[in-house]
């Protein structure tokens, strides 16, 4: 069978396209490297703060003390008048009373600020 010049021409061409397809670069370190930077940089920007937060949450919550004047996360302003192991009770006004999970308590008031806003 005969060939003419242009299917010889056609067959190097497709000779040619299945090499160049299979010259590939080496692997470089960024590809590796840029999703461990990734993720250390979310461990600093994200997770790291959020978890020193609550450290500090706790550390107040655990230095709380019967008397002191609290607020708490839904705005509750009140002097404490018993602390148990979970659960406070306290005073919102005279005669009223309520009982909240320790954990409600966003953060110690200074001693008579509940007297300069009434």
Do not use: C, W
Not at 11 to 24: C, G
Not at 62 to 80: A, P, Q, R, Y
């Amino acid at each position: 069978m005969k060939r003419t010049i242009y299917e010889n021409e056609v067959n190097m061409d497709f000779i040619n396209i299945a090499h160049a397809a299979t010259d590939t670069q080496e692997p470089s370190a960024l590809g590796f490297l840029l999703p461990i930077f990734i993720l250390i940089l979310m461990y600093f920007v994200l997770i790291r703060p959020q978890s020193k937060k609550l450290k500090e949450h706790k550390m107040m919550l655990e230095e709380l003390k019967v008397g002191d004047e609290v607020s708490t996360i839904g705005g509750i302003l009140g002097i404490i008048l018993k602390i148990g192991e979970s659960y406070i009770q306290l005073k919102i006004s005279n005669d009223v009373v309520i009982k909240l999970q320790k954990s409600s308590v966003s953060k110690i008031l200074p001693k008579n600020s509940l007297e300069s806003i009434k």
